[in-house]
C-alpha cells in the first residue's frame, strides 16, 4: 500500500528565512505526489504535484518540491516565507485501485507552519 | 464556476443519531469522492461514487454510506452516530477515476 510520512508535526520559521517541510513516501511503483495547503476552516488547496515528469516540481505561491527517488523523499521548499504560509500542510500520495483504475488519496499526518514577523 | 459546494457547513448531532451530508462537485465533474478528517489527523478515504455507483471504499463502517444522483451530487450518510464520528467531512470532485481532485470546505460535525 502506498504511504507517506511527514517527519515534522511542527515547523515554526521567521518570515523571510526559508521554509523545508519534509514528507517521505512508500510506494510499490512509481507514485504521483502531493503538498496540499489548508488555511483555518478552509478546505484542501493544491500546492504541487509531481506525477513522474520533471523531478523538481514548481507550485503556486513560491512553492516548490523535489522528488528523490533514491531517498523516496518529497520535501517542500521555499526561498522566503510570508506571513500568509501560515498553514496546515499535507504531503499525500495518489494510491490507484489495481482492480478499479480509481485513485484514492492518501494522505500524511500534516505539519503546522508557523510563521513569526 | 462555482467549485465544490458542502452543506451543512456545520451541525451538531447527540450519539445514535443518524445525519447526511451534501455534496455538488464541480461544474463538469463527475466523481466525487468523500474523506473524514478527524481534529489533529489528514484526512482520511471514506469512500468514491462514479456513475451513481461506489466505485471504492476505505476502511470504515457500513454505518457510513453514500450515494450518487444522476446529476453528480453526492450525499454521505452515517447512521449511530458515535462521538468518534466528530471530525470535518470534505468532498472532492474530479473528472473520471484519476482527474485532480478538487475540495470543497468541508462539513463539520459534533457528536455529543
Known amino acids: 500500500a502506498q504511504s507517506v510520512t511527514q517527519l515534522d508535526s511542527h515547523v515554526s520559521v521567521s518570515e523571510g528565512t526559508p521554509v523545508l517541510l519534509r514528507c517521505n513516501y512508500s510506494?510499490?511503483?512509481?507514485?504521483?505526489l502531493f503538498w496540499y495547503v489548508q488555511h483555518p476552516n478552509k478546505g484542501l488547496q493544491l500546492l504541487l504535484k509531481y506525477t513522474s515528469a520533471a523531478t523538481l516540481v514548481k507550485g503556486i505561491n513560491g512553492f516548490e518540491a523535489e522528488f528523490k527517488k533514491s531517498e523516496t523523499s518529497f520535501h517542500l521548499t521555499k526561498p522566503s516565507a510570508h506571513m500568509s504560509d501560515a498553514a496546515e500542510y499535507f504531503c499525500v500520495v495518489s494510491d490507484l485501485g489495481m482492480n478499479t483504475g480509481f485513485q484514492k488519496l492518501v494522505f500524511g499526518t500534516g505539519t503546522r507552519l508557523l510563521v513569526s514577523p | 464556476d462555482a467549485g465544490v459546494t458542502q452543506s451543512p457547513t456545520h451541525l451538531i448531532k447527540t450519539r445514535g443519531q443518524q445525519v447526511t451530508l451534501r455534496c455538488s462537485p464541480k461544474s463538469g465533474h463527475d466523481t466525487v469522492s468523500w474523506y473524514q478528517q478527524a481534529l489533529g489527523q489528514g484526512p482520511q478515504f471514506i469512500f468514491q461514487y462514479y456513475e451513481e455507483e461506489e466505485r471504492q471504499r476505505g476502511n470504515f463502517p457500513d454505518r457510513f454510506s453514500g450515494h450518487q444522483f444522476p446529476n453528480y451530487s453526492s450525499e454521505l450518510n452515517v447512521n449511530a452516530l458515535l462521538l468518534g464520528d466528530s471530525a470535518l467531512y470534505l468532498c472532492a470532485s474530479s473528472l473520471a477515476q484519476t482527474g485532480e481532485l478538487f475540495f470543497g470546505e468541508g462539513s463539520r460535525l459534533t457528536v455529543l
Open positions: 510506494s510499490s511503483y512509481s507514485p504521483s
